[in-house]
């Protein structure tokens, strides 16, 4: 996936392009990164990308022309038409279907806000999606294409090794994960829960999703609330509806 970031902070980036999942995606090909700063497109001395709002008021808004000529240079650079996406605290709000989406497709572009935002008409020509992290407000819109890029990272294949498999992560069916152990078997007066060592490796895996839809009932019912249960799932909550002992993590499935 080819990915153009405009941004006036590119070296804010290295906190991804030079650690973990994304770098080696970067290293091994999987993902491509393009970076254009909008003060290459300024023809004043101070290279002003902002300026002030018409109308008035605090802030600084920023212009059109530079955003607009860094577009454009991406847009030469892109192996296929990119989708261009501003990332705003007033667009829809990322989640994991959504970042299942985006890792469809071929060519992004993420543009990365500062001050009170962005001039409209340039949001309303060249843009064609808004999408904001959560319901809170960022100084800049840097961090909210970070934690995209990660997200959507994830879903090419070849980015996770098979020691850090998706499969199991929160939300990926609709549920929250189950909880994890490591070494040592007893730590700060907890065992792992039993059936964890037993290798009986049906009974793990009942164990877990069990685990993991009673968390999501007790955490986030919403997640349930939105889409018609698999008759696997009833049955489990079935289980932990008549003991929720069960569905607790150090509860055991007969
Ligand atoms: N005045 C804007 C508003 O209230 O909608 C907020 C501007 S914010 C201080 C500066 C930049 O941070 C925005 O242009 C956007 O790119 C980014 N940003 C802030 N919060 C965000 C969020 N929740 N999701 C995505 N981007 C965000």
């Known amino acids: 996936m080819w990915v153009g ?74 192996p296929a038409p990119p989708k261009v996406i501003y990332l705003s605290p ?41 999408i904001s992290i959560g319901d809170f407000v960022m100084s800049g819109g840097e961090l909210p294409a970070m934690v995209l890029l990660d997200a959507v990272a994830r879903h090419l294949p070849g980015t996770l090794g098979n020691s850090e498999s998706a499969v199991q992560e929160s939300h990926r069916a609709g549920v929250l994960d189950c909880p994890h152990y490591t070494r040592p078997e007893e730590m700060l007066g907890a065992r792992v829960p039993a059936v964890l060592l037993s290798g009986d490796h049906a009974s793990i895996e009942r164990y ?10 007790e955490r986030r019912p919403d997640l349930l609330t939105g889409r018609a249960l698999t008759a696997a799932e009833r049955e489990l909550l079935g289980v932990y509806f008549a003991d929720p002992r069960s569905g607790r993590v150090d509860g055991q499935v007969e």
């Open 5 to 78: 970031i405009v941004t006036i902070f590119p070296e804010v980036f290295r906190a991804l392009t030079e650690h973990g999942v994304v770098s080696r995606a970067i290293a091994e090909g999987i993902v491509e990164l393009q970076f254009e700063d909008p003060r290459n497109h300024t023809t004043d001395r101070h290279q002003s990308v902002d300026d002030r709002p018409y109308g008035g008021g605090p802030g600084m808004v920023m212009k059109v022309a530079p955003l607009m000529a860094a577009i454009a240079v991406l847009k030469a650079g892109a």
């Open 208 to 217: 877990r999703r069990l685990v993991a839809l009673a968390r999501t009932y």
């Open 90 to 130: 007033q667009g829809r709000v990322l989640d994991q279907r959504k970042a299942e989406a985006l890792a469809r497709e071929s060519a992004l572009i993420l543009i990365a806000g500062r001050y009170e935002g962005v001039d409209e008409r340039l949001l309303d020509r060249c843009v064609d999606e808004e």
